[in-house]
C-alpha cells in the first residue's frame, strides 16, 4: 500500500479524498494556487506545495509541476479528484513514465471514453445501447442545422470533450441550433480547449440515471447500483439520489450489466461511471463513461456502505477488488444537494466574496435518518471567481425515500451560510415540491416548474403563523434578559405585557403572550394566541443563538435566526422572512410610516454578477429588439447572455469586451 499520496485538486473533493487517505493510515499531500492559499483542504493534508497563480491554467492545470510536486515530497500515487486533470490521459502517462501512480484508469480507458464521439462509437461495439445522432464532427452552423433537420428536432449540440454541463444546449427550431452551435463551441473551447462538437436526438421527458462501477487489474467488474440525477438546471446536475425511484428490478439488472460489460471491455481499471438517459418507458441509452470519481458518488456509498475512495485506491495499488456482485446491496435511501454560491433570485448567477457565516447542520444521525456534508470550506472561507462555485454537498440517509426527503428539508433549514448569496431557499423549495416527492420527474424539471426562473414562494398562512410566534419568543427572550441586566436603572416587576403585535412579511399578526414556567430541559413554555388560535411553545432559546428550536403543540420546528434593526429574519419553511415585533401603539404608527421606493434602472444595463465581459455585441444608438443579444458575461467558467428585455435604443457603452465587472456595474445605459 502507498505511504504517501498526492491530490491534485482542490476544495471539498480534495478534503473528501485526504479524508479516507488517513482513515488507511497514508499521509497525504495538497497543492494549492494562490487563491487558495489558506484553503482547508491544505490545512487538512500533511503537506502542502504551492503550484502558482489563481487560473487554473497557470496552476491546477499544469501537469509538470504536480509532478514535481511528487517527486519533491516523495509522494507515491496521485489521486485527481474530479474536474481538473481526472481525465487527461496525457497527465496519467506523464505520472507513470516517472513512475507515479495515477489513482484512476489507465490511459486506453481515458482517451476511450473520455471523447463523447469516440466512447459512443466504442459503446455501440461494445453492445451498449446508444442515443440515435450523428457522431461526426460539425465544421459549421450550416451543417449543424442540415444534421439537426435529418435527425428531427429537439436535438442536444454536445461539445465532444465536454463536461459539467457546459458546451451543451438543446436546439428546438435552426434558429436556436444555429445560435447554440456557436454557444456550445464558444463553451467548449473556452472551457477544454477543444471546440469540436456533435449532434444527436434529444429524448423527450428523459432521466439521467447512472451506473456507479469498480473494476481492477485481475478482470474483476461490480456495479454498485444505480444514482438518479435527472434534477439539472442547465445540463448541471443539482439534486441526487440512490437509488432510482423509478427503475424497475428488470432494467436496473440490465443497465448494470451493460455498465460491466463496457468497463470490462475497455479494460477499465478504477471507480467509474456509466451515465444512461432514460426515456418514460424505461429504454436507456449510453451517454457517456466518466473516468473518475463523480461529485455524486457519497449517495452511493451510503446506501452501500462502500468507501469509494478507498477502493480507488486499492486498486491503484494493485489490490484485487473486495467486493463480489452478489454481497452488494443497496440499503435505504439517500439525497443529495449540491450547495452553490449563486443567487436563484436573479436567474442562478455566481456569487463571489467570504462566508462571514458558516454552520452546516452537525454531521451524523439525526433522529432516524443520518446527515453527512462534503465540503472544502470553513467560515471565513472565500468563495473565489476563478472556480467552480460548489460550496458543499449535503447528503441525508433514512430507510425510505420520504424520510430523506424530510431530513433533508430540516437539514437544509439548518444549514446556515451569510456573506454570499447562495441556493438553499431553491433547495429547500425542491424538496417540498409534490412532482419531487412523488418522483414524477426529468431533466426538464426544473425549466418546466420554473419556466420563468425561481421567484419567491409566498408564505402560507401557517408558516406566517408559525414566524409570528418564534419571532415573538425570540423578543421575550431579549426583552427578558435587557430587563434583568445588572446595569439596569430601574428594577423590573418580572412580567412583561401579553399584547402584541408581529409584523410578518408587511402583514401585522396580533399574538397574546404569555411566559407560563419552566419545562424540561431549560426549555421555556409559551401559551399564544395568534389568528384565533391558541398554541403551546416551547422552546430553550437565547438571545443571539441560531437556529432556533424548539416545539409548537408538540411539533418540532427549526428556524435560522438573523438580528437586524429593529427587528429579526428567519429562515423557516425554505422561506426568509422578515419579523418585527413591537406593541400594539407601535405597530399603529408604523403602518403610517411612508415606503421607501427603490432606484430607477429600467435605462441600465447592470452587470448581474461579477465576472468578464467576453463581448459587446451593440454600439452605440444601436436600436435593439427585444431578445437580441446586448453583451456575453462569463463567470465561473460559464458564459451568460445578456439580452435586452424590450425594444430600445443604446445611449452609450461603459464597458468593453476584457473588462472584469463588479455585480451590479454598468454596463450599457439606453435612452
Known sequence: ????????????????????????????????????????????????????????????????????????????????????????????????????????????????????????????????NIVPGHLGIIEDADEATRIAAEIGYPVMIKASAGGGGKGMRIAFDEKECRDGFDRARSEARSSFGDDRVFIEKFVVEPRHIEIQVLADAHGNAVHLGERECSIQRRNQKVVEEAPSSFLDAKTRAAMGEQAVALAQAVDYQSAGTVEFIVDKDRNFYFLEMNTRLQVEHPVTELV????????????????????????????????????????????????????????????????????????????????????DPMIAKLCTHADTREAAIDAMSDALGRFEIEGIEHNIPFLAALMAHPRWREGRISTAFIDQEYPDGFERPAASDETRRMAALIAATVEMARKLRLDHHIDRLREHSGALPPAWVVKVDGDYLAVDVVRTMAGEGGDVLYRMTADGQTFTVSTDHRPGISPWSGSIDGEKRTAQIRSRPNGITLFLDGLWLEAKVMSPTIAELEKLMPVKLPPDTSKMLLCPMPGLVVSIAVEEGQEVKAGETLAIVEAMKMENILRAERDLTVASLKAAAGDSLAVDAVIMEFQ
Open 304 to 387: 452501500t456502505g462502500v468507501d469509494l475512495v478507498e477502493e480507488m485506491i486499492r486498486v491503484a495499488a494493485g489490490e484485487p477488488l473486495r467486493l463480489r456482485q452478489d454481497a452488494i446491496k443497496l440499503e435505504g435511501w439517500a439525497v443529495e444537494c449540491r450547495i452553490y454560491a449563486e443567487d436563484p433570485f436573479r436567474g442562478f448567477l455566481p456569487s463571489i466574496g467570504r462566508l462571514t457565516r458558516y454552520r452546516p447542520p452537525a454531521e451524523g444521525p439525526f433522529g432516524e435518518a443520518a446527515v453527512r456534508n462534503d465540503t472544502g470550506v470553513t467560515e471565513g472561507s472565500e468563495i473565489s471567481m476563478f472556480y
Open 1 to 128: 500500500m502507498f505511504k504517501k499520496i498526492l491530490i491534485a485538486n482542490r476544495g471539498e473533493i480534495a478534503c473528501r479524498v485526504i479524508k479516507s487517505a488517513k482513515a488507511m493510515g497514508i499521509k497525504t499531500v495538497a497543492v494549492y494556487s494562490d487563491a487558495d492559499r489558506d484553503a482547508v483542504h491544505v490545512a487538512m493534508a500533511d503537506e502542502a506545495v504551492h503550484l502558482g497563480p489563481p487560473p487554473a491554467a497557470e496552476s491546477y492545470l499544469l501537469g509538470d509541476k504536480i509532478l514535481k510536486a511528487c517527486q519533491a515530497t516523495g509522494a507515491e500515487a496521485v489521486h485527481p479528484g474530479y474536474g481538473f486533470l481526472s481525465e487527461r490521459a496525457a497527465f496519467c502517462e506523464l505520472l507513470e513514465d516517472n513512475g507515479i501512480v495515477f489513482i484512476g484508469p489507465k490511459p486506453k480507458a481515458i482517451r476511450a471514453m473520455g471523447d463523447k464521439i469516440e466512447s459512443k462509437l466504442f459503446a455501440q461495439k461494445a453492445g451498449v
